[in-house]
């Protein structure tokens, strides 16, 4: 039997298994994930054993340790890539962490079918600050987010189990408020159509989401969505946008000041947006 933390249950018959055959062996019993002390009662040696033992297995392309005391077997067809995609595995790992996440931003976009280019990196958030990490070929940036809990996600299913995944209307509203990790304005507003022809955003979703969300958010994504998708208006929202302070927000934080000023959404084009087609 492989022990763990209480509550799993990983009761298996489990046969004096080879470093060579430990990977296949645990991907054909349904284990994505194992810890340092359950790879070692696996191999029948001891915790201090177990990375000399993998390292042959580990130069294959069999297994990656993406934190200390977690090793995830690799299934064969990503051991070229030098790991697994991470969806694959950030369930297991947050959870190993003990942190709470959520997949978000343009990583999020893409898994809700959104978004004309893959992204580069694995973007997470987290509810404290964890530095980044590369495994395989999966490049991952972690981003602190405050009131983690009380943001709606969904349970994207993947082989191993399951992946948190911001709902569409977060990955709205953090693409709009993190315009800097979101590629640039021009693209936040080409995901963000794609978002809508995918979803029907929920308006009062996003009402109840707005507390949660600074103001310049609140006001580039209404104004996006105006002036970009056939979405009918939210005289709430704009209400929402209006009664907040009243220094116009930047349509581009990323560029300089300028420009007319939309009171509608109290903000300030101080740019030409383009969308790619």
Aim: aromatic residues 8%; neutral net charge.
């Amino acid at each position: 039997m492989i022990t763990t933390k209480p509550g799993i249950n990983r009761s298996i018959e489990k046969p004096v298994v080879r470093a060579p055959q430990a990977a296949d062996w645990a991907l054909s019993h349904g284990l994505g994930s194992l810890t340092t002390f359950e790879v070692a009662d696996l191999l029948g040696t001891t915790t201090a054993q177990v990375p000399q033992r993998l390292a042959s297995a580990i130069k294959r392309g069999e297994w990656v340790m993406p934190a200390r005391s977690l090793w995830i077997p690799v299934p064969p067809e990503y051991r070229v890539w030098g790991g697994p995609p991470a969806i694959e595995f950030i369930d297991a790992m947050m959870a190993h962490m003990s942190v709470d996440y959520y997949i978000g931003w343009l990583s999020a976009a893409a898994i809700h079918g959104a978004g004309h280019h893959a992204p580069q990196v694995s973007q997470v958030a987290v509810e404290r600050m964890i530095r980044g990490r590369t495994i395989g070929r999966v490049r991952f940036e972690f981003y602190v987010r405050t009131n983690i809990g009380a943001l709606p996600c969904i349970r994207h299913t993947v082989r191993s189990g399951f992946a948190k995944v911001s709902s569409p209307e977060v990955t709205a509203l953090d693409l709009c408020a993190d315009v800097a990790i979101s590629g640039g304005i021009d693209n936040v507003a080409t995901v963000l159509i794609d978002l809508v022809d995918a979803y029907e955003l929920s308006t009062q979703r996003i009402l109840e989401l707005s507390e949660l969300y600074n103001p310049a958010a609140i006001r580039r994504f209404g104004w996006l969505l105006e002036n970009f998708t056939d979405t009918a208006e939210s005289k709430e929202l704009r209400m929402i946008a209006n009664r907040c302070v009243k220094t116009p927000s930047l349509l581009d934080p990323l560029n300089k000041p300028g420009g007319r000023i939309d009171r509608r959404w109290m903000i300030r084009i101080n740019t030409e947006v383009e969308v790619e087609e």
